[in-house]
Nanobody
Framework: QVHLVEFGGGLVQAGGSLKLSCTVSGGTFSSYVMGWFRQAPVKEREFVAAIRWTGDRTYYGDSVKDRFTISRDNAENTVYLQMDSLKPEDTAVYSC????????????????????WGQGTQVTVSS
């Protein structure tokens, strides 16, 4: 059974930074696409970032491009999300997710393509 656990959420002031991590157990981490999604109250789940299983390709949602950076360490079975220049509108529950290999760029953005999910971690950005 594949298990994902996120760490690193919290409260930060606007303009600040946070780094989320997500550790995967019970599966073959190096074969998974890893993604981050977020959901704010009364809003739909939103794609944040994803990284190919090889680590050589990354994808970002328009609202976080140039502010967030996704990375992975296959030796540690961990994916990271470095969040800089945070804004109040970044406030949400952030969840990591794992998918079996995806071979079309468009699929990375679709939460339906991800097979395993963490429980989520709250990120709150104060103004």
């Amino acid at each position: 059974q594949v298990h994902l656990v996120e760490f690193g959420g919290g409260l930060v002031q606007a303009g600040g930074s946070l780094k989320l991590s997500c550790t995967v157990s019970g599966g073959t981490f190096s074969s998974y696409v890893m993604g981050w999604f977020r959901q704010a109250p009364v809003k739909e789940r939103e794609f944040v970032a994803a990284i190919r299983w090889t680590g050589d390709r990354t994808y970002y949602g328009d609202s976080v491009k140039d502010r967030f950076t996704i990375s992975r360490d296959n030796a540690e079975n961990t994916v990271y999300l470095q969040m800089d220049s945070l804004k109040p509108e970044d406030t949400a529950v952030y969840s990591c997710a794992a998918a079996k290999p995806l071979y079309s760029r468009d699929l990375y953005y679709r939460f339906q393509e991800y097979d395993y999910w963490g429980q989520g971690t709250q990120v709150t950005v104060s103004s």
